[in-house]
């Protein structure tokens, strides 16, 4: 179209012209929705920010045909990842890095990670450039270990506990995916029921079905709810009764009054009439 021709996209150009092409067209679109942060009229920003967009996913589009063409070529196609820009993926209103794009993606967090769209998914040039089949496990873990440092032992904001959770439910969705069992051993944070990253180590769940009259779990940290238990498990998370037990066997600390025995019979009692449960559980101890 008309976009296309004011930027001679259906020449034969030097792919060097491309990729300043998709450096200032990434430049430009920065400029202008930072330019919008003075608007006073909402419903006119919200029109620009959709015109901005709507423009530049056309211009992308036709960069990415035009590039996907050119880089058959191997001799042009290391020069394409010489020249093009940091972030050059263009995905609903966002630039982003090969780093934080993925094919497949169950739970997509943006602006943090995203799944390429169908569109450019046939597309060899994305493959080409290291966009990945899927994001590896190491990549939540440490996404959450930094907002685990940035909050320390304060609650996660709404908008950060949301990503904390999506990202531990698209680590067990990667794990599923590759077929691979997970390092219990490593250090991992996930929400407890307060909204404060904790270690998977000092963390527990509840299920439902448990009584819990009789179980003593005031120094108990317990899984957020909107973590499923079955992922809990996989990623490591002990069931309450477990930990305490597990408590139990380490010692009593100085100052509880209460027998081991007691507790013991009161965590028993506390069980629901399922042997399997607690069997695994004595295995466990």
Known sequence: GKVSEKLQLNNQIPVESLAKQMRILETEWLKRKNSL??????ITEINTVDFIDQFTDRVVSNLYKRLEERTIDDNVLQKVRELMPPKWIFIDG??????????????????????????YKSYKLFNKLGIKECFTNEYFIVFLKTLKESYNDQPLSQTDLECAIKMTLELFAVLHRKKESFNKSQEVYLPDTNCILRSIKDLCFKIDNISEQNVIE???????????VNIAQI??????????????????PFGQHEKLTTRIRHLLESYPQDKDILKELLQNA
Do not use: W
């Open 37 to 42: 942060s003075a608007n006073t009229n909402p």
């Open 94 to 119: 966002q630039f982003y890095s090969v780093d934080n794009v993925a094919k497949c993606v169950t739970h997509p967090c943006a602006p943090f990670y995203v799944q390429l769209p169908q569109m």
């Open 218 to 228: 005031a120094d108990m940290l317990t899984l957020h709810k909107s973590i499923p």
């Open 235 to 252: 990623l490591g998370v002990r069931m309450l009764q477990q930990k305490l037990i597990e408590d139990c066997s380490i010692g009593i």
